[in-house]
Every structure is written in C-alpha cells, then in structure tokens.
C-alpha cells in the first residue's frame, strides 16, 4: 500500500523488527552504550558484518537507526545517518565528499557556522570554496571549475529567504561529475524534497522543525546508500559526532506532527508577512509566500508552502532594529527557528555583529533586518505584540 506523507510521520518504517518488544506502541529508547554477544564468535561476525546487529552505540543504535529510517522515508532517500546536531551532521557529510585540492560552489547565504566550518577546511586541509549567487543554471556552470566535487546550498537561505533553483544546481553539478549537497533545515520535506530535484545528499538541523519543540540539538544527512555508507564508516564513526538515542527518540516524537506543525506555522506565517508589509514602520518583508515576492515562479516550482521564517526591515536602521526587539513581550528574544514559541532575532546586534556593517550588507542583512520564525501561538496574539512594538517606533 502506497501511504501518504501524513500517515507516514505516524506510522514510520521499522527497519528492526525487534525494536517494540512487548508490543508497545511507541518505540522504545534504548538508551545503552554497548550490546552484549552470546559469544565470542558471535562478536567476530558482527564486526565481520556477516551478522547484522548492534554492536556499540557510535556503531548504530536501534532508537537512532528508527529516527535515520523515517527522515530518509520522508526525503525519498536511500538511506540516513543521525549526528549530534545540525553542524555534526554538514561537518560529516563535506569530509566524506572532498579532498585536499578539492573545490566547492556554495550558494550565498549559508548559515554562518557552515561557512565557518568551509572556512575551516579552506585554511587547514586546502579545499577551496567560492560563495556564489546560484539564479539559473548558466550562474552554477560558471561557477564550477574543474576541480569542483561539491555544490552545496541553502534554500530558503538563512536570513534573506532568498532561494535557489535545486534543479539547475543538480544538473550543473552532475554536468561536472560533482554532487549536490542540500541544507533543507527551513522548508523541511514537507515544503520541498530536494532528492526529487536531483539532490544527492539532504542535510537538516533537526533541533529545527523536524524535532519541533525546542528541546534537543540534532542533525541527519540522507542519500544513496553508496555515500551515506562512507560516510557513516568513516567521518561518522571516527570523528564520532553522534546522535544521542534519548535525542533521537525526542525527534521521532517530533516528526509525529511535524505536517500538522508546518500547516500552522505556514499559515500564521502568511498572514503575518501580509500584515507586515502593510504596516508603515516596516520597509520591505522577505518571505516567499508573499505573492510580490521576486522568485516566484521558482517558489511555485520547488516549494509547497514558503515555511514559518521570514525577515523584515524595520525603518530607522539599527537603532530601531535594537528598540523594536526590545518592545517584544510575547515573542522570545532568542536565536534558533523552527519551535513551538515564536523567536525574533536581529542579526546587526545579535548573530552578525561582528561581521563589518559593509560586508553585512552584501550579505543582504541591512542594519534595521529582523528575523522572525512564527511559532504555534494564536496569530493574533503574536501580531498584537509585532504590532505594538513597531507602533513603539514611531513615538
Ligand atoms: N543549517 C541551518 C539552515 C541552520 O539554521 C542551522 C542552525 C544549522 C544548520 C546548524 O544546526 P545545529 O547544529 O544548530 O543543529 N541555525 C541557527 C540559527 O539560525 N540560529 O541559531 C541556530
């Protein structure tokens, strides 16, 4: 039986057919370090791989392993591998890909801990990265050169919602031989699968929608069995970053409404991003769903619904940016998106503070540019206080 999307979250695939002893419902978290063998030779076949099961939990766990199941179930993947966050997870994934000599095409806008880690594999083991403004096909082919092994994006990116055509990406960079690594941290496969554009590889800070509650710390890659298995033997298990199965079990929780979630988060988030660009102490809104938004076409294309993160800018540059924050009652002052409470962040003052005003606004992030990610409350509580505080402005 062919099962849609919604009853999947409920009912996931259960890769180990022991993993519900006692019939419960709910999965068990099988919070252990090691498993014991009922002999010696039963230890040598497992290290072997002659014999399926577990052995130590760095190796797999039965919990994390149900988590990696279903997140791959729901991209359309082969295969997933779950990592101690979101980061652990993009670390894993580009040392499995790349070389020394090694160059990657990485769309502009990445979240600011991967372009610390590129940075980080630039300096010390020469692989070579260009951020790049990847509109069209023709913009990803120039960027590639010989060398390149990875393209890797962000869509929507993270402050600007600015997005990238997932297809054009796949197809230049499978042009070239090289492989397509996607961040879908903020649409989630609700909103977008980037696998069915050509995506080889999808990466996810689950701490974000995927876990939903703002409880744990969490990342997943999936992909084809082929690279996520030299991902997993290598990078996974020696640097070590894994998923911790209480963790994993709060994201399997999670994902039961995450479709639920995403349908709240979207629509509350569309009418704020309406009321917004109505209200005079606001200059521009940045969210796809907006029906002026400029990739429009793309947006229809790639997307099912433009996600609960917009930014706006509000007038008076920094210093109503800092005032309008400080006005808030109801929305949180915090960094992070994706959870049940709405969170509002500035990044001139807060994450991108020190990065210098110039480069700033190259990055698109202009002094009065706030973050927002729409939570679960009632909307018109979250507009009565937006409201409020921008009014605060004007006095
Ligand atoms: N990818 C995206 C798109 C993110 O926004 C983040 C975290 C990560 C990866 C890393 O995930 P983590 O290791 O934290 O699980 N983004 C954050 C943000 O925008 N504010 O705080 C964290």
Redo the contacts with the bound molecule.
Sequence with gaps: MTLSMDTRLVHPPNPNGDARPFGALTPPLFQTSTFYFDSAEQGGARFAGRESGFIYSRLGNPTTQLLEAAVADLEGAEMGLSFA????A?SAVLIGLVRAGDHVVVSRGV?G??YGLLCLLQSKFNVQFTLCDLHDEAAVSRAMRPNTTVVYV?TPA?PTMELVDLEACANAAHACGARLVV?N??ATPILQRPIEFGADVVVH?A??YLGGHGDV???LAVGPKSLLDEIRVSPQKDIGGIAAPFDAWLVLRGLKTLSLRMDRHVASAMEIAGRLSRHPAVAAVYYPGLPDYPQRSLYLRQMNGAGGVMSFVVRGGMDAGIRFMNGLELCTRA???GETHTLVEHPASM?HSAVPPEARREMGIEDGLIRLSVGLEDVDDIWADLNQSLCSLAL
């Design positions: 966050s979101g980061m652990a993009i979240y801990c991967t962000e993270n961040d941290t903020f800070s701490t974000k710390i969490l990342g960094v992070s998106l994450t």
